[in-house]
């Protein structure tokens, strides 16, 4: 039975009207306060910002995938050079994908479409072939064929050597039938079973697993799949696959999958999400979120600013050209207060480098930020006001 | 006459065995030691660097080209915004060129071959006419007619506020004759005195202006044209146009120069250097470079190291795949010293932002110290040593 003995939970304080709570999730690359936000450093970089920056904004966690890194430079490479932690110089804890999710639902694009519900699968040529051993899929470095299962997901994420690992999984699609999603969610069940075998066979303690419920939108399968992780040894709970094409569809997902999940492991909630999502899913229990959003957005000008009913500002708008004032001068980062939103439109403009980096560190702060005061609206019984706060132009 | 009351500029030191000297050349926003690397920030930013990244990478002084800044955001813009320092949020020394180099040199494409003497004229379709007056140039951001005058660059970098400025000249190429670079040059001189009234007019001490040598390949202009700058109440003298084709024209074209300019002005060699040019030109007593290499080549995965017979390495060079060491172990700078080149080259491959931001951290951080290594040795009489240190490998 696996122990994960350098690793632990516990749930310091509860939300007196949701199912809201504070946490410590340590690993053995430090302990991080929960709710938090793992920022997505897709291929070994969290884009467009160092080590450095991301501790200048006060980023606690990050991840990187599995897919990206297994295609390039590759999990043999990663291990020789130390572990991803020393190769992208970050010391703090760090999660891995199973490299399923971007096999099966992005091919190589945006991975956004399928978590939301749109139906892009024509557009995924690359997976050749799903069978009870694992997928093949042509890598998008080389059209390589590769063969992804759960055994070498688990030997690629222990080389890679991130503290938290996710079991292989098939993430169904917006557009499957509840028999198709059903049939597939018995797979990853199967598949779940082989990770822990493949993971306890190579377990030092540095590590500790997740266990994924699927289901896509079906609430019986989505309660079976989080019984499923509830009764396995897994160290955590994370809740993937399909979430629907509304807010209230996700929204239902998690309300069926929340009771069922095991109560004392941190819930992690795959590729969600914007600053409505935070609140509206810390309240239903989730402890960590994960996007790209903070980042890809940045990469198109746009900034994550407290207060806006849409929660963010497109800087490319020409009403910044002249706009002396900065993205947020409460916010004690450079990034964020000193520099004037005419600047940055500039930078956008003429296409240099800067404009990004700014917008990145600023959004991470942002998301960072947001967290910190999230944690302690739950501590203080406000969440209610805290998200007016954020969400009310 | 004009007298630059907050600028000054003393000499220190001598070598004994050449003409380098250390100097302070003072400015309103802090002084600094030379010989010096002045950086370029093109577009209002050194390219993919932070102000606090080149503080961190020790750097003292940086420029922004006049001709970029025009044509976007606008000189009027930059001034309402506070200046350029306060725009790019540098608040150390800052120059600004006259715009006429890229107008008559580059078109819209690189410096680097007009300085050299490489004929790429046919390729420069935006100068459409140069008269007594000025010129005029089709802006590449929109195609619109632009003029060019002394009297329009002094009122432009006035708006811009750097601390050093350069009067506006006729950049001639290699190809051009004796007689083309005479007539040019005794143009130059006229549009140098109207540079001189024009900033006189406006002058409130906070800004100091340089003249410039013209005259190509031909000594005779270049020490006439030397001449010229020194009779005229410049703060400094930079040496441009065209330094010919080969090294050897280069150093002939500075040795024809320096004995006629005036010894106790600050003197730039503009658009150069690479690390061989900072040790032969120091020795003619050029106090100021700067060119875009640093950053332009990290662009191109290209790191500078000191102990190097050319001076650079290609970090997208397969030897590197697997490398674990970092691009200098010896500098105190997380760029230089933590990440592995393994990992540069993983970020090279990939086409993430981060590779390029250590790349330039680590060749600004690597002139900056070379150029604090050539003082120390001014200071020591043992340039030669210390040139054989780094460009032996």
Same mark, same amino acid.
């Given at each position: 039975m696996l122990k994960y003995p350098n690793f632990s939970f516990d749930i310091t304080a509860r939300d007196s009207k949701s199912s809201a709570r504070l946490g410590l999730l340590k690993t053995p690359h430090g302990t991080i306060e929960t709710p938090n936000y793992i920022f997505c450093g897709t291929k070994a970089t969290v884009k467009a910002l160092s080590p450095a920056q991301l501790r200048e904004a006060q980023t606690d966690i990050i991840l990187s995938n599995t897919y990206h890194l297994m295609l390039q430079p590759g999990a043999d490479l990663v291990e020789k050079m130390g572990g991803l932690h020393k190769f992208m110089q970050w010391d703090g804890p760090l999660l891995t994908d199973s490299g399923g999710f971007q096999v099966f639902s992005m091919g190589h694009g945006s991975c956004a479409d399928e978590i939301k519900g749109r139906? =892009?699968?024509?557009?995924? =040529?690359?997976l050749l072939k799903i069978t009870e051993e694992g997928a093949v899929f042509r890598s998008y470095i080389d059209g390589a064929k590769i063969k992804l299962t759960p055994e070498s997901s688990m030997d690629i994420q222990r080389k890679l050597g991130a503290d938290l690992l996710m079991q292989f999984d098939e993430c169904t699609a917006y557009h499957d039938s509840e028999d198709y999603t059903a049939k597939s969610m018995a797979m990853s069940m199967r598949w779940g079973d082989r990770c822990l075998e493949a993971f306890a066979l190579n377990d030092n303690g540095a590590q500790g697993l997740y266990g994924i419920v699927q289901g896509g939108v079906y609430e019986g399968l989505r309660t079976e799949s989080a019984a499923y992780t509830k009764d396995r040894p897994f160290f955590g709970t994370a809740i993937g696959g399909c979430l629907g094409g509304t807010d209230e569809e996700m929204r239902g997902i998690v309300e069926w999958s929340a009771p069922h999940i095991h109560p004392d492991r941190p819930v992690h909630f795959l590729g969600i999400g914007r600053i409505r999502d935070v609140f509206t899913f810390v309240r239903l229990g989730i402890d960590t979120f994960d996007c790209v959003i903070p980042t890809r957005l940045a990469r198109h000008g746009v900034a994550f600013v407290k207060g806006q009913a849409k929660e963010t500002i497109n800087i490319k708008n020409a009403r910044y050209r002249d706009d002396p004032s900065p993205l947020d001068e409460t916010m004690d980062l450079p990034a964020s207060r000193d520099f004037s939103k005419a600047y940055i439109y500039h930078l956008l403009k003429a296409n240099e480098l800067l404009g990004i980096q700014i917008l990145a560190q600023h959004n991470v702060a942002t998301f960072n930020r947001l967290m910190r005061e999230v944690r302690q609206a739950i501590r203080d019984g406000n969440l209610d006001e805290l998200e007016k706060e954020w969400l009310s132009s």
């Amino acid at each position: 039975m696996l122990k994960y003995p350098n690793f632990s939970f516990d749930i310091t304080a509860r939300d007196s009207k949701s199912s809201a709570r504070l946490g410590l999730l340590k690993t053995p690359h430090g302990t991080i306060e929960t709710p938090n936000y793992i920022f997505c450093g897709t291929k070994a970089t969290v884009k467009a910002l160092s080590p450095a920056q991301l501790r200048e904004a006060q980023t606690d966690i990050i991840l990187s995938n599995t897919y990206h890194l297994m295609l390039q430079p590759g999990a043999d490479l990663v291990e020789k050079m130390g572990g991803l932690h020393k190769f992208m110089q970050w010391d703090g804890p760090l999660l891995t994908d199973s490299g399923g999710f971007q096999v099966f639902s992005m091919g190589h694009g945006s991975c956004a479409d399928e978590i939301k519900g749109r139906d =892009k699968s024509h557009e995924n =040529k690359s997976l050749l072939k799903i069978t009870e051993e694992g997928a093949v899929f042509r890598s998008y470095i080389d059209g390589a064929k590769i063969k992804l299962t759960p055994e070498s997901s688990m030997d690629i994420q222990r080389k890679l050597g991130a503290d938290l690992l996710m079991q292989f999984d098939e993430c169904t699609a917006y557009h499957d039938s509840e028999d198709y999603t059903a049939k597939s969610m018995a797979m990853s069940m199967r598949w779940g079973d082989r990770c822990l075998e493949a993971f306890a066979l190579n377990d030092n303690g540095a590590q500790g697993l997740y266990g994924i419920v699927q289901g896509g939108v079906y609430e019986g399968l989505r309660t079976e799949s989080a019984a499923y992780t509830k009764d396995r040894p897994f160290f955590g709970t994370a809740i993937g696959g399909c979430l629907g094409g509304t807010d209230e569809e996700m929204r239902g997902i998690v309300e069926w999958s929340a009771p069922h999940i095991h109560p004392d492991r941190p819930v992690h909630f795959l590729g969600i999400g914007r600053i409505r999502d935070v609140f509206t899913f810390v309240r239903l229990g989730i402890d960590t979120f994960d996007c790209v959003i903070p980042t890809r957005l940045a990469r198109h000008g746009v900034a994550f600013v407290k207060g806006q009913a849409k929660e963010t500002i497109n800087i490319k708008n020409a009403r910044y050209r002249d706009d002396p004032s900065p993205l947020d001068e409460t916010m004690d980062l450079p990034a964020s207060r000193d520099f004037s939103k005419a600047y940055i439109y500039h930078l956008l403009k003429a296409n240099e480098l800067l404009g990004i980096q700014i917008l990145a560190q600023h959004n991470v702060a942002t998301f960072n930020r947001l967290m910190r005061e999230v944690r302690q609206a739950i501590r203080d019984g406000n969440l209610d006001e805290l998200e007016k706060e954020w969400l009310s132009s």
